[in-house]
């Protein structure tokens, strides 16, 4: 079983374009053809805080990786920063798509309950 660290929140909500809801959603991470099991830690219509299994490597992840989250979407995401135990992705939708994709995720997240924030073990 993956262990994974929450930690507070580390970016500011005042510089997002969208408000995020806490969640607790596994997803993969391919990353160079490697699948990496993460954590979807919150989510908003652009993006995602992404926790990372306790352990991972240090080296950083690579600018643009794809993100599985089973049931829901497979998407192109862009870094936009990174801990030892967290990354913040964007969503990398083609802009012919992304007023589809917006409305999907807001009836994902409207339907979804939010998660407890947590320090799992």
Same mark, same amino acid.
């Given at each position: 079983?993956?262990?994974?660290? +929450?930690?507070? !929140? @580390? %970016?500011?909500?005042?510089? %997002?374009?969208?408000?995020? !809801?806490? $969640?607790?959603? /596994?997803?993969? +991470?391919?990353?160079?053809?490697?699948?990496?099991?993460?954590?979807? =830690?919150?989510?908003? @219509?652009?993006?995602?805080? +992404?926790? &990372?299994?306790?352990?991972?490597?240090?080296?950083? &992840?690579?600018?643009?990786?794809?993100?599985? /989250?089973?049931? &829901?979407? /497979? =998407?192109? $995401?862009?870094? %936009?920063?990174?801990? *030892? @135990? *967290?990354?913040?992705? *964007?969503?990398? $939708? *083609?802009?012919? %798509?992304?007023?589809?994709?917006? !409305?999907?995720?807001?009836?994902? =997240?409207?339907?979804?309950?939010?998660?407890?924030?947590?320090?799992?073990?």
């Amino acid at each position: 079983m993956w262990q994974y660290e +929450l930690s507070q !929140k @580390t %970016r500011s909500d005042q510089h %997002r374009n969208s408000q995020r !809801k806490d $969640v607790d959603h /596994i997803a993969m +991470l391919s990353v160079n053809g490697r699948q990496i099991g993460v954590r979807i =830690l919150d989510l908003s @219509t652009s993006g995602a805080r +992404l926790g &990372l299994p306790r352990g991972f490597p240090d080296a950083a &992840l690579p600018e643009t990786m794809r993100l599985d /989250i089973p049931g &829901l979407f /497979i =998407l192109p $995401v862009k870094k %936009r920063w990174q801990t *030892e @135990t *967290e990354v913040g992705v *964007e969503f990398a $939708v *083609e802009r012919a %798509r992304r007023a589809m994709f917006g !409305k999907q995720m807001q009836n994902y =997240l409207r339907h979804r309950p939010s998660a407890p924030r947590q320090t799992m073990r």
